[in-house]
């Protein structure tokens, strides 16, 4: 944070700037760090406002068997597919203006108040873009339609919605949480990828977590020793299918039931998430806007940050959400 704050603070910005080098990405590490997943995100570079990448497919065999020698068939060459996919950052704009941050008539920092300033403000830009990242749906609905948060949800297709649409889709039919959750999300995974499963993350919200291992506990597996639970240093990591529960707060647990998936007609339902996170990206332009500085129109002093973001993914096939789960613990079902 320290050298943030003197790169930004300290530097000359009484009129619009960009962070650029290590100014850009310690803000970037401040916004993504007190995150869950676009932390764990890969983190990729948009030049010109845009990421691509290119992908091989070689799903089909390309070796010959057993030919002992022979001179190569006059048939046999391989003809890899090529495909690929290009993200488009977006604008997110932040500003805060000071005479309007609520503080104590005294604070300990002094000098350092903006810094505090500029360091919440990289925690709540950060908030932003992982619900964003997960919950974005450029043909849905903005609930922040004229307010600030406008455009947020409408600004591409987050993690959730490229899942939805183009990986695989478990129906829980408002089940609750229990082991077949977890172990048909598992088998509804292509074969091809159903293989270094602890390369994987099941993302749930925090209600969800706290259900499945409330469910482990009624069913006789709330110890260690059968491998449901680890204590880290982190604290206790829950597993379920061999692999890692990720508590994702920006998951909701309030979704209407996806009436396409599912019989589901009436509840507050949630989401899961398998992938591997090094599957996920986030991709950031390699300028920052920035400015603390007063608006001369009107005189008051501001700090002002845009960037360019996106979110996607390598590959959806190789994810799967389930739906309409119904984040209460299943004591009826035995792992």
């Known amino acids: 944070m320290a050298e943030v704050n003197k790169a930004v603070l300290i530097s ?18 401040l916004a993504r760090d007190q995150q869950v997943m676009i932390k764990m995100a890969q983190a990729l570079r948009a030049e010109g406002g845009k990421v691509l990448w290119s992908t091989i497919d070689y799903d089909e065999p390309v070796t010959i068997w057993n030919m002992h020698g022979s001179a190569w068939p006059s048939y046999g060459t391989s003809s890899p597919s090529f495909g690929g996919q290009t993200l488009t950052t977006v604008s997110v704009e932040a500003k805060v203006e000071l005479d309007k941050v609520v503080l104590p008539s005294w ?3 002094g000098d350092n108040l903006e810094a505090t300033i500029v360091n919440q403000l990289a925690k709540a830009y950060g908030n932003d873009l992982e619900r964003a990242a997960i919950l ?34 478990y129906d829980h039919q408002g089940g609750k949480v229990n082991a077949k959750l977890f172990y048909e999300m598992w088998e509804n995974l292509p ?7 602890e390369q994987y993350r099941f993302f749930v ?95 008051r002093k501001v700090i002002w940050v845009k960037a360019g973001f996106v979110a996607g993914i390598l590959n959806p096939e190789a994810c799967v959400v389930a739906v309409n789960v119904l984040p209460q613990p299943d004591s009826s079902v035995a792992a």
Do not use: C
């Open 12 to 29: 000359d910005l009484s009129t619009q700037g960009r962070l650029v080098g290590n100014q850009m990405r310690q803000f970037i590490r």
């Open 205 to 299: 919200a925090p209600k969800v977590g706290s259900a499945w291992t409330r469910y482990l506990a009624s069913v006789g597996h709330s110890g260690t020793e059968e491998g449901w639970v680890t204590n880290t240093e982190r604290g206790q990591v829950a597993y379920a299918a061999g692999i890692e529960l990720v508590r994702v707060p920006k998951i909701p647990v309030n979704k209407a039931g996806i009436l396409s998936q599912s019989s589901v007609t009436q509840g507050q339902y949630s989401f899961v998430i398998l992938a591997q996170p090094e599957n996920l990206v986030v991709a950031f332009d390699p300028e920052i806007e920035w400015e603390i500085g007063v608006e001369s129109d009107i005189r």
């Open 191 to 197: 074969t091809k990828y159903q293989t270094n499963p």
């Open 107 to 109: 604070n300990i920092e």
């Open 136 to 169: 974005a749906d450029s043909d849905g609905s903005d609930p922040y339609s004229g307010s600030l948060g406008a455009g947020m949800l409408t600004a591409f297709d987050g993690w959730y919605e490229k899942i939805r649409t183009s990986g695989t889709v």
